[in-house]
């Protein structure tokens, strides 16, 4: 055996989705915040991103997370999330899998019933709490990041679908929302390709017509979910399909996504503080979200109202990987297929 890289995660999966953590390979990544962190990465390092998320390693719906020192001083661990599509700023199925990975290889003081991790990511802090019994992480709540309404019922005309009503919020990542019926599809996984074609158009027509601008976090200005809400949705129990760029669903109920819909949902008055909302996937899987307290986001002065979302979810592990890159392979950054 020979090879010029080594790379060794422990893979999970969040309800559905998979997280491989990385937890050796990539060294320090230079920057003073780790949203430089990320913006470092995916100038000089994405050929690591494209090794271990694109094939042969990895898949068309592949995501990571590669834990780093933690910048700022009250937290345990920084993350860098990495994917097919590029790196997030947050992703809440990967750090619920990040937290389960740390409680049960036991790269944090592990105290039971609860184990509490504070994780610097990209978007900002995020709260881990772990629900531990014998040695084994139950579930996870993490606290995330100020989420926001950015557009209640805007309209932007999409090449073939025509006048497409969405709503817009911010949860980690921006999100479009839209009813499937608006569409006329079915929320029918036999109906899984027209419905990312549809997602795809949606989002470029955004991007194209009014991309929106995160008032704080560099680099964060484009929209590559759309959330497409399930027929008999409300606000206490959603279903949807997510489309992501450039082409596959989210399996879990997106973290980031649950708090953009929730922001979404308070904005409208139809979601109040401390009210459970269960959002479950395109395959079923359920996280159960909750708005904790209100905030504002941006300068004095320009502040926009934002809310703060706990999710609830379940990982588990599914292997310990080396990855390896011998010198002769011919795909040192993989590809798409
Ligand atoms: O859980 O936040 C999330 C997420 C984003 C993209 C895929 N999953």
């Known amino acids: 055996m020979r090879s010029s890289r080594m790379f060794t995660a422990v893979d999970s999966h969040t309800e559905g989705m998979p997280t491989r953590v990385v937890t050796g390979g990539v060294g320090a990544i230079p920057g003073e915040t780790m949203n430089d962190r990320r913006l470092y990465f995916m100038k000089h390092m994405d050929d690591i991103r494209l090794l271990l998320m694109t094939e042969p390693r990895g898949h068309a719906a592949m995501s990571g997370a590669i834990l780093q020192p933690a910048i700022r001083h009250d937290a345990d661990w920084g993350v860098v999330y990495i994917e097919v599509s590029g790196c997030l700023p947050m992703c809440g199925h990967g750090t619920i899998g990040v937290a389960t990975v740390l409680v049960e290889t036991g790269m944090v003081p592990v105290v039971e019933p609860e184990t509490i991790i504070r994780l610097d ?24 990041v100020p989420s926001f309404c950015v557009r209640l019922d805007a309209s932007v005309s999409v090449p073939t679908l025509g006048e497409v009503s969405y709503s817009l919020a911010f949860g980690g990542n921006f999100y479009a929302m839209v009813d499937l019926d608006a569409v006329g599809l079915p929320f029918d996984r036999a109906r899984q390709h027209d419905i990312l074609s549809a997602g795809l158009k949606i989002m470029d027509a955004i991007n194209l017509a009014a991309p929106p601008h995160h008032p704080t976090i560099k680099g964060v200005d484009l929209v590559h979910h759309v959330e497409f809400i399930a027929p008999g949705s409300t606000a206490r129990h959603s279903r949807h399909a997510m489309a ?86 011919p795909y040192p950054t993989g590809f798409t297929f």
């Open 121 to 144: 990511t990209p978007a900002g802090l995020v709260v881990a709490r772990v629900a531990v019994q014998d040695g084994h992480a139950e579930s996870v709540t993490i606290e995330n």
């Open 244 to 329: 992501i760029h450039p082409g596959w669903f989210d399996r879990s109920p997106c973290g980031t996504g649950t708090s953009a819909r929730m922001a979404e949902l308070w904005a409208r008055g139809l979601l109040p503080l401390d009210q459970e909302f269960v959002n479950e996937s395109f395959i079923g899987s359920r996280f159960v979200g909750r708005l904790v307290r209100e905030t504002t986001v941006g300068a004095e002065g320009d502040a926009v109202p934002a809310v703060i979302p706990t999710i609830s979810g379940r990982a588990w592990l599914t292997g310990l990987g080396q990855y390896l890159l011998d010198p002769s392979d």
